[in-house]
Antibody, heavy 117, light 109 residues
Framework: QVQLQESGPGLVKPSGTLSLTCGVSGGSITSSAWWSWVRQPPGKGLEWIGEVTHSGSTNYNPSLKSRVNISVDKTKNQFSLKLNSVAAADTAIYYC??????????WGQGTLVTVSS | EIVLTQSPATLSVSPGERVTLSCRASQSVYSNLAWYQQKPGQPPRLIIYGASTRLTGIPARFSGSGSGTEFTLTISSLQSEDFGVYYCQQYHNWPPEKTFGQGTKVEIK
């Protein structure tokens, strides 16, 4: 059973860069899956951010594409999210997940990132 | 971008009642629609995909129906563990894109 664990700073300053990493255990990141990031502002709904394959192919939410970069590190069995020029509206629980065929099957527990000075 | 609209936003029900949740797509997604259940403090859990196929281990009281632009999630007899927020998600135009509805909260009446 694949397990995912988010890690990174819980507080980011406005205009800064949000950086998170997702460690994958119980499975290899070189599988045929896509590896995703999804976020959820407190008390609100889910927003898909984007995804990456083990070969580095990516898809992004058009509304975030100009600020997002998702990358993979096969040597560490992990993938990462960078979101630039953050503002208070980027405050959310950030989930990493594994996709299969467009379906989000496995989720991390999520990590709260607050954008504040 | 395909927009998913869920209704109602909140549903207050008593245990044992039948529950019907709706998800409408801004354009046809054929049967490429999934439903997720989320409980407080937990990540979402996929329960139905392909509009009507339950994941292994999901109780038979959950059923999905619809195709094209109109979809329904039905819980035939609501149990206490079913309270939470339900999201629909389309994957018809994936790759490159997938989108979620805004959610329906099922709460205790």
């Amino acid at each position: 059973q694949v397990q995912l664990q988010e890690s990174g700073p819980g507080l980011v300053k406005p205009s800064g860069t949000l950086s998170l990493t997702c460690g994958v255990s119980g499975g290899s990141i070189t599988s045929s899956a896509w590896w995703s990031w999804v976020r959820q502002p407190p008390g609100k709904g889910l927003e898909w951010i984007g995804e990456v394959t083990h070969s580095g192919s990516t898809n992004y939410n058009p509304s975030l594409k100009s600020r997002v970069n998702i990358s993979v590190d096969k040597t560490k069995n992990q993938f990462s999210l960078k979101l630039n020029s953050v503002a208070a509206a980027d405050t959310a629980i950030y989930y990493c997940a594994r996709d299969d065929g467009g379906l989000v099957l496995h989720w991390g527990q999520g990590t709260l990132v607050t954008v504040s000075s | 971008e395909i927009v998913l609209t869920q209704s109602p936003a909140t549903l207050s029900v008593s245990p044992g009642e039948r529950v019907t949740l709706s998800c409408r797509a801004s354009q046809s997604v054929y049967s490429n629609l999934a439903w997720y259940q989320q409980k407080p403090g937990q990540p979402p859990r996929l329960i139905i995909y392909g509009a009507s196929t339950r994941l292994t281990g999901i109780p038979a009281r959950f059923s999905g129906s619809g195709s094209g632009t109109e979809f329904t999630l039905t819980i035939s007899s609501l149990q206490s563990e079913d309270f939470g927020v339900y999201y629909c998600q389309q994957y018809h135009n994936w790759p490159p894109e997938k989108t979620f509805g805004q959610g329906t909260k099922v709460e205790i009446k």
